[in-house]
């Protein structure tokens, strides 16, 4: 029994920080976000080896990783996915798992996102679950449980949303538009493809010791809603304006943690900058936003990429830039 999935990850314009329950997973707020073309997962999983359950991802760089079963780590709940799964399914087999990133793991370029949901899909695909798999709802949950919402964005195409939610049942993906609705491109100036020192996972357990969480969260009711609309109408100033604030406004509560999580770096803020001269004083349809980690995404018009590239190639830190254009959500590419 093996199958293969691919994914994508994801950029969330309105984002996720902090938890309401650590044990489900279950987000603070609705956060929305688009698919990034060039930013995916391939994972091929097959049940039936023997000797225990191996897992090992590789990236773009040539870094290859091998996953220890860590209980209560991040890495270990790769394993317990597996073994919920299993009891699913029915299937008793041991896995063997191999991924393959298209880009650096672990720089704040959402690796776990498009990896978790090519993990879990592949997973189930493997196990002889396609109900789960094609019920992209049902699978979204799945893949939130796995330890993700960032990874549960990836379930279904385009721009989409995961919806605030009192219980699991009541917390899932939907999909806000089509990945042809809007020709927008995000530029991913990568300024350091190294490992992050504080993961998101250990950050979100962190984030209610700040004393501006509340705030965020005060902040951000109607936001979702905003984006969401921002998105439908194609109004690019207002995701832009929403987006800026929200990613200024998550890394102030980041970096009042305790212990603090400094994700910024001085090139990362330098590039802020820079985008809102851009927007301001040559007229670009330009904004920035970042996730966990240094490297800016820039998001702009299919019409202007190029020009906003060159601006980022230039810059003495971008070591290179990634081109995202809005993408599907995980596939199944192989099965049986």
Known sequence: MKATATAPANIAFIKYWGRKDHKLFLPLTTTNSMNLSACTAETVIEFGVSGGDTITITDNTGNSKEINNVPGEKDGMLYTTLDRVRQRTGVSDYAQVTS???????????????????????????????DTVNDREELSREIRLSGSVSAARSSHDGFTEHLYGETHEKAYT?????????????????????????????????????PFMQARLDYLNGKPELARQAILDKDFASLALLSEIDTINMHAVMMTSRPPAFYLSPASIDIMKNVISWREDQGLNVFYTFDAGPNPHVITTAAEAESVRKLLEKHSEVQFVLENHPADGVRITSHG
Request: net charge negative; hydrophobic share 55%; no cysteine.
């Open 174 to 210: 939907v999909q806000i538009a089509p990945a042809e609705h809007w020709d927008l491109v995000d530029l991913v100036a990568v300024l350091s493809p190294e490992e992050k020192k504080i993961s998101s996972a250990l950050g979100h357990s962190l984030a209610d010791s700040s």
């Open 100 to 130: 393959k990133l298209s880009f650096p793991m672990g720089a704040g370029i959402a690796s776990s996102a498009a990896g978790m949901a090519a993990f879990v899909a592949a997973a189930y695909a493997a196990a002889g679950d396609m």
